[in-house]
């Protein structure tokens, strides 16, 4: 059974970077058919989908976010990760890291990480 | 502001039917069968309970179905249950290996 779950820093200083990282159990992040994503949710808000990585390491960003998103694969360690650079209050959320299957679907999903940004 | 419109509150009685409502585009919702429903409990993260926007994962009952006209997505909850309180999300591939998300609504069972 595949999970996945979120792991990093819970505080963050406002114009410093974001980091997270997902580690993938139970199956192997190079799948084919499945890609990995970055989903977020600001406190009492709705979902904002963040980015995608594909196992072949390329990616896709939200072009809202897409100067200051980098996300990144390690298939060694099963892992992707997630920065965000240039931080504010207004980046404070749960973070998700979600597998998206071939119908753009996110059908697997971490328990999330919450992130504050604050000084 | 959300790129998919949807309600912000629904209600109904046990064993009720409701449908919730997500209106996007041609760009998004009208321009693809790439539609998913994710139920959200307080405190949990999202559930997949619909995607295509007619099938259902395996597991998810028969009591939650899906549906598509133009540029609005339907999901209709029939036979209401205690349980099926929760906040409800729709999601749209909108080309481009771009996805978007509708607002929430949140689904009461009075």
């Known amino acids: 059974q595949l999970k996945l779950q979120e792991s990093g820093p819970g505080l963050v200083k406002p114009s410093e970077t974001l980091s997270l990282t997902c580690t993938v159990s139970g199956g192997s992040i190079t799948s084919i058919g499945y890609n990995w994503d970055w989903i977020r949710q600001p406190p009492g808000k709705g979902l904002e989908y963040i980015g995608t990585?594909?196992?072949?390491?390329?990616?896709y960003y939200n072009p809202s976010l897409k100067s200051r998103v980098t996300i990144s694969i390690d298939t060694s360690k099963n892992q992707f990760s997630l920065r965000l650079s240039s931080v504010t209050a207004s980046d404070t959320a749960m973070y998700y890291c979600?597998?998206?299957?071939?119908?753009?679907?996110?059908?697997?999903w971490g328990q999330g990480a919450v992130v504050t940004v604050s000084s | 502001q959300s790129a998919l419109t949807q309600p912000p509150s629904a209600s109904g009685s046990p064993g009720q039917s409701v449908t919730i409502s997500c209106t996007g585009t041609?760009?998004?919702?009208?321009?693809?069968?790439?539609v998913s429903w994710y139920q959200q409990h307080p405190g949990k993260a999202p559930k997949l309970i619909i995607y295509?926007?007619?099938k259902r994962p395996s597991g998810v009952p028969d009591r939650f179905s899906g549906s598509k006209s133009g540029n609005t997505a339907s999901l209709t909850v029939s036979g209401l249950q205690a349980d099926d309180e929760a906040n409800y999300y729709c999601s749209s591939y909108a080309g481009g290996n771009n996805v978007v998300f509708g607002g929430g609504t949140k689904l009461t069972v009075l």
């Open positions: 979600a597998r998206r299957d071939a119908s753009d679907a996110f059908d697997i």
């Open positions: 990585i594909y196992s072949g390491g390329s990616t």
């Open positions: 295509e926007v007619t």
């Open positions: 041609r760009s998004d919702v009208g321009g693809y069968n790439y």
